[in-house]
């Protein structure tokens, strides 16, 4: 199949712009393989502190006698998506013995729960976790005791950290290896319902939090179609798991199988030193995550994540380049909260093994891509079971339920749903796909706020009883670290559901888990220190359009205004400590990432 026009335009600029920092990148990992460290290079003293404590591995490692696997965990059991982490070291490391490889855990990363810090101080250090992530992943694998990496980790920033991390050591072979969704509990629409009634003072405390522990209820990630489940399906696209391991429920037969054929996968590539990530992750496998984010309704944290992902690897997108592909790519799975339905239910209806496999068809993904998990990417449209003790994929050709997952043909949406909008406010992310075609178009007054709590101090005043454009700013990277809004979703709703023209406008992000409420978010410039969104006041009009791909304050001259005063910087939960990310943190449409931004400028 020809690779669709659009897709190639696409990735042909991609390609184009990256030249420079794709080649710097490329050679730089060819350096780390044939004269970074490793086990013969490393000094007698250096080696033996390596396999002191190997224990039953200790003569292997230290005669060569197979590829050393070094794990870098996520493992905490306060986060139910990596609560079955706990058990997959001494896992990983019987299933490479079986194939003549052993394991070691080089090194744990912390993975924050943005479910529990949701609207919380703590949330303001969630963005920047994914930094220290990814530091603490470069530290784990910096030892040279390593020919592969498995990576343990699921949710939001977890994944984009352990990824940018590894590929500062691109010459060694990765796979990430899944842990998967919990059981469905109660379904998110009724646990959402429950949310708007308690905003409304109409159910109480008890209620909500019973309604929440039924959703919330076991191990595994949350059933919703969030940043975290995002995450999976873009592993998938990037040919970073064995084929379709991303929504298999934990602690089963088939999970455990998945994870043994990662081991014996990668126990391979890296005794072949085959496949290394910095290759497998290069522009088509950044295209490829991208159309699959549109064509499933993804998390728009990953306009901030997937440009960071790819800069790490010397390659450069941006948000013009998704507006394209979501222009082309077809919207063609309804999952929670962009339809009725859990990923259990999108996993029993076809899953990954459909959405490539329509996909491919159609010419809308690369198919001549370098995957880690399997030979090809035509081996992700088959779904794994087991037949007896022996894991096997089949072929997933068709949808078996079309009310939650289409072909390309036949699909909900002609467009992928999420439009870059611009204006004299700035460049922003508007996910029309989870918001009713009649919100597309707001225009409203603005009401300016500089924190969630104001914003839902003034809903409870009846302040908000109207037409209105909330305008939460201060949100942004520099001023407190970027955090997420979802608090706010409830009592917006309501104002909507009382039949007012609501949008929120904020250089803030959304949890992955929005939709409903029309939302210009990631606006950059961010406010601080004298962005457009500073020099709005309470009142002015505000145009947001999806259609047009427009975000105005109509009849203003901000220009001639001065900023307003901004909140003091964050201190309290330990965020103090993430000043220096914050100060020298660079826009959302490259990554939000202090890290990066200071690697690049010391980068030759």
């Known amino acids: 199949m020809t690779t669709h026009t659009t897709v190639a335009r696409v990735t042909d600029r991609i390609i184009e712009r990256s030249k420079p920092t794709r080649l710097r990148y490329l050679q730089h990992i060819a350096d780390e393989a044939e004269r970074g460290m490793d086990r013969p290079r490393l000094s007698c003293g250096n080696f033996a502190h390596g396999f002191a404590a190997a224990g039953e591995d200790k003569d292997s490692i230290r005669g060569l006698r197979g590829p050393n696997i070094g794990i870098v965990t996520a493992y ?16 990983i490391k019987i299933f490479a013995r079986e194939v ?9 990363v912390p993975a924050m729960c943005d479910g529990v810090t949701q609207g919380q101080p703590g949330m303001d250090l969630s963005l920047f976790s994914r930094d220290v992530i990814a530091m603490g992943t470069a530290i784990a694998l910096s030892h040279g005791m390593f020919d592969g990496a498995a990576l343990l ?23 990430l290896i899944p842990g998967g969704p919990m059981p469905s509990g109660l379904a998110n629409r009724e646990k959402q319902r429950i949310r708007q009634l308690f905003a409304e003072g109409k159910a109480t405390r ?20 969030g940043t975290a489940n995002t995450n ?57 995550a991208a159309v699959g984010l549109l064509a499933t309704g993804g998390s728009t944290n990953h306009a901030i994540h997937l440009p960071a992902i790819a800069r ?55 198919a001549d891509t370098m995957t880690a998990g399997a030979d090809d990417l035509s081996a992700y449209t088959a779904t794994p079971e087991l037949d007896g003790d022996a894991l096997v994929w089949r072929e997933t050709a068709t949808s078996r339920d079309l009310d939650m997952l289409r072909p390309v043909g036949d699909p909900f949406r002609a467009d992928g749903g999420m439009k870059l909008v611009t204006g004299n406010l700035g460049r922003a992310i508007f996910k029309t796909s989870s918001v009713a075609e009649d919100r597309w ?60 023209r609501v949008a929120l406008i904020t250089d803030g992000r959304m949890s992955g888990a929005s939709g409903k409420i029309p939302a210009a978010i990631h606006v950059s410039p961010e406010a601080l220190p004298d962005g457009p969104l500073a020099r709005l006041r309470d009142g002015d009009m505000i145009r947001l359009c999806g259609r047009s791909g427009r975000l ?15 909140p003091a910087p964050p201190i309290g939960t330990g965020r103090e400590l993430f000043a220096l990310l914050r100060r020298h943190c660079d826009h959302a449409e490259s990554g939000a990432s202090a890290m990066l931004a200071a690697m690049d400028a010391e980068l030759p």
């Open 76 to 91: 905490n059991d306060m986060l139910s998506a990596h609560q079955p982490y706990g058990r997959y070291p001494e896992q």
């Open 100 to 108: 003549g490889a052993t394991a070691q855990v080089a090194g744990g």
């Open 153 to 175: 980790g699921i949710c939001d920033k977890i994944v984009p950290g352990l990824l940018i991390g590894a590929l500062r050591l691109g010459h060694l072979p990765t796979l």
């Open 206 to 225: 008890e209620e909500l939090l019973a309604a929440e522990a039924a959703s919330y209820h076991g191990p595994g990630t949350c059933t919703f179609y």
């Open 232 to 288: 999976q399906m873009m592993m998938e696209l990037m040919g970073l798991h064995v084929p379709n391991a991303a929504f298999v429920n934990p602690n089963t037969p088939l999970r455990q199988a998945l994870t043994r054929a990662a081991v014996h996968r990668l126990a391979a590539l890296s005794a072949a030193k085959a496949r290394p990530l910095g290759h497998v992750i290069d522009e088509k496998a950044i295209v490829n």
């Open 312 to 366: 790490a690897a010397g390659i450069l997108i941006d948000w013009e380049d998704l507006d394209a592909l979501s222009d082309a790519v077809p919207l063609i799975a309804r999952i929670y909260p962009n339809g009725a339905r859990d990923v259990n239910d999108f996993q029993h209806a076809g899953g990954m093994a459909f959405v490539i496999s329509t996909l491919l068809s159609e010419g809308l993904v690369h």
């Open 441 to 500: 178009t707001i225009e409203a007054p603005a009401r300016c706020f500089s924190d969630q709590d104001q914003v839902l101090a003034a809903f409870k005043a009846g302040e908000l009883d109207r037409d209105v454009a909330v305008v939460v700013r201060f949100q942004g990277p520099r001023a407190n670290g970027m955090p997420e809004l979802h608090k706010l979703t409830p009592a917006l709703g309501v104002v909507q559901d009382r039949g007012h």
């Open 552 to 566: 105005d304050a109509v009849g203003v001259d901000l220009g001639a205004r001065d900023s307003a005063p901004h």
